[in-house]
């Protein structure tokens, strides 16, 4: 697995690079080489951020963990890979190749054969500002509001994150 690791307002030590090799090795038997591990540390006033992406053929895995100390942020958020892949286990098995996940997960992961989609709704896309966007997502309430972007005419997607602020999905159509 290729790991790359970045600071955000902080220098990464090599201490902190050698632990998240020792904890995404766990991963990395999922995966095997030709995975890419992201991993980038932020420093906060009054924690310290850790979110590690992982991508291999065509899936994403992304985590997001908080702690006072980057070295617990970085293995809550190994814990929480390793939880999405327990919970999406046949799904991923179908994605990557075969390796036996028996190993790594024990009996007591919960088998999701079929999602429970128990609703689907049209939407009317007219063009829109990203501003206007925001605002109606505001006004009805919801996390996320899908809109034609009047700049470009892509379709596109705002949401709230979770430490505060927007953010904008656009489609990269080659």
């Known amino acids: 697995m290729k790991i790359t690791t970045i600071g955000r307002k902080c220098t990464i030590r090599d201490s902190f690079k050698d632990h998240a090799e020792r904890k995404l090795s766990k991963i990395d038997r999922f995966f095997g080489d030709s995975a890419e ?45 390793i939880r999405q892949i327990r919970k999406n286990k046949t799904r991923i098995e179908k994605k990557i190749r075969d390796v036996s996940f028996d190993d790594f997960i024990d009996d007591t992961t919960v088998e999701e054969d079929e999602f429970n989609l128990v609703r689907t709704k049209t939407v009317d896309l007219r063009p829109e500002s990203v501003e206007e966007a925001i605002l109606k997502m505001n006004l009805v309430g919801h996390k996320f509001y899908m809109f034609l972007n009047a700049d470009n005419g892509k379709v596109c997607v705002v949401y709230v994150r979770n430490n505060g602020g927007y953010g904008l999905i656009e489609p990269d159509i080659d």
């Open 37 to 81: 591990a992201k991993i980038t540390a932020t420093v906060e006033k009054t924690c310290q951020i850790v979110e590690i992406t992982v991508i291999n053929n065509g899936m994403v895995f992304r985590t997001q963990e908080q702690a006072e100390n980057m070295n617990d942020a970085l293995d809550l958020c190994v814990d929480s890979l």
